[in-house]
């Protein structure tokens, strides 16, 4: 059953309406014959995401990945039983408005397989342009969970905010009556985490209360003192932007960090320096490091990825996802939309975080989460697994 909901962007992204005069675009060199064994000589893919912009490391991240998982998953050959796939790249900056015209050039040349993103917004309207246009959209990075269920058309290659969530409360035994603040910005950002706490882990019997702090704050000893006068049984800490080296060095300092345990997310290498002093008291849930994973995939994407002079990072496994999933909808649909789009749903396969499986209700990406700590490697830091998640105990709730 696919889900299908209506997108609200609000403010989120700005977006032209218009479709365009080829709404159903056949694949390049050739038309696809989804019913016979031949599939078209040819298909291009797009690949929208940032090569330049503040997300443009998390982009070279996915397109390392992408190009490592592409081999990978052809052999080495670029084809798919005899069907050439051919890779076109679009810079998005994170901006929504050039995914979108990016996205509009790709279709109207005859793409009809579109991936990538580390940008929420754009993915969202990405989303739109998939469904609007008819063509497959497997989103990258972005974790707005709006994207999962949004339409039939849209997949994701990553983990989604309540994947994020539902990994910090394994760091409670048992949520019934247990108390969580929130620590974050009174931003979208941080009162969107807030809500996800509230709405997932209050769903299993927690207490959830917030201290939100004012985003031009600079001075953090009140808000730790606000935090630890609560006694609250954990500690979800979502925060973005320069201040952050300031404010975990007050919640360190007021001994926070001591009574409580305190969980945030791990981001990528380019962080882990960012904790200061309170770096080994930490609890990180994660989403991926190199050395968090054991199977032979892993391995594969690690090496292709530093052979290529790379360096796999956070979100290295959904580019590698990405192509595996693409080649297989090339493979099973030949290139046509919804032969493609059958194909992915419910598929299961092994990449690089291990057993993965496309959920056919709502395109959800079940998969394993991490429980992460930094400890001290001269003078710097170095993640170590402190356990893996089960894919089924952070699984997010079905989109309706």
């Not at 090569?51 to 998982?69: I, N, R, S, V, W």
């Not at 901006?95 to 579109?114: Q, S």
């Not at 979502?238 to 345990?261: E, K, R, Y």
Request: glycine share 12%; net charge negative; aromatic share 6%.
């Amino acid at each position: 059953m696919r889900v299908t909901k209506k997108l609200l962007l609000g403010s989120v992204v700005a977006t032209a309406a218009l479709l365009l005069a080829a709404c159903a675009p056949t694949t390049a060199g050739g038309e696809s014959d989804a019913t016979g064994e031949a599939g078209p000589t040819e298909v291009s893919v797009g690949i929208v995401t940032s090569e330049t912009g503040a997300l443009a490391g998390y982009g070279k991240q996915y397109l390392d990945a992408f190009k490592a998982g592409l081999d990978y998953a052809t052999d080495g050959s670029g084809e798919v039983d005899g069907t050439k796939i051919t890779v076109e790249y679009r810079d998005d900056t994170g901006d929504p408005d050039k995914a979108v015209t990016a996205v509009k050039e790709l279709i109207g040349a005859g793409t009809n397989i579109i991936a990538g993103t580390a940008s929420s917004g754009v993915a969202l309207a990405v989303a739109e342009q998939a469904e609007q246009n008819k063509v497959l959209y497997i989103s990258g990075p972005a974790a707005a969970d709006a994207i999962t269920g949004i339409n039939e058309y849209t997949f994701r290659s990553g983990r989604q905010s309540a994947q994020d969530v539902a990994t910090a409360g394994t760091f409670l035994d048992d949520l019934d009556g247990k108390t969580i603040t929130v620590l974050a910005q009174n931003t979208a950002f941080g009162t969107g985490n807030e809500a996800a706490v509230k709405a997932i882990l209050g769903a299993q019997g927690a207490t959830v209360n917030s201290v939100l702090v004012p985003e031009d704050a600079t001075e953090f000893t009140p808000f730790a003192q606000q935090v630890l006068a609560g006694d609250p049984d954990l500690v979800f800490v979502a925060w973005a932007g320069a201040t952050s080296g300031a404010m975990w060095q007050a919640m360190s300092q007021q001994g926070v960090l001591d009574a409580i345990p305190v969980v945030t997310g791990l981001g990528d290498s380019a962080t882990f320096g960012a904790y200061g002093e309170a770096s080994e008291k930490i609890s990180f849930l994660n989403h991926y490091f190199p050395g968090a994973p054991d199977n032979d995939v892993n391995d594969a994407m690690v090496k292709a990825i530093e052979d290529a002079g790379g360096t796999p990072d956070l979100f290295s496994p959904d580019g590698f996802n990405a192509a595996i999933m693409i080649v297989h909808a090339i493979k099973e649909g030949k290139g046509d939309v919804d032969a493609m789009i059958s194909a992915l749903e419910g598929f299961e396969f092994d990449g690089p975080k291990g057993a993965m499986t496309v959920r056919a209700s709502d395109h959800a990406l079940l998969q394993d989460m991490y429980q992460v700590k930094l400890v001290a490697d001269g003078a710097a830091f170095t993640p170590e697994l402190v356990d893996t998640v089960a894919a089924d105990d952070v699984a997010p709730t079905e989109a309706k």
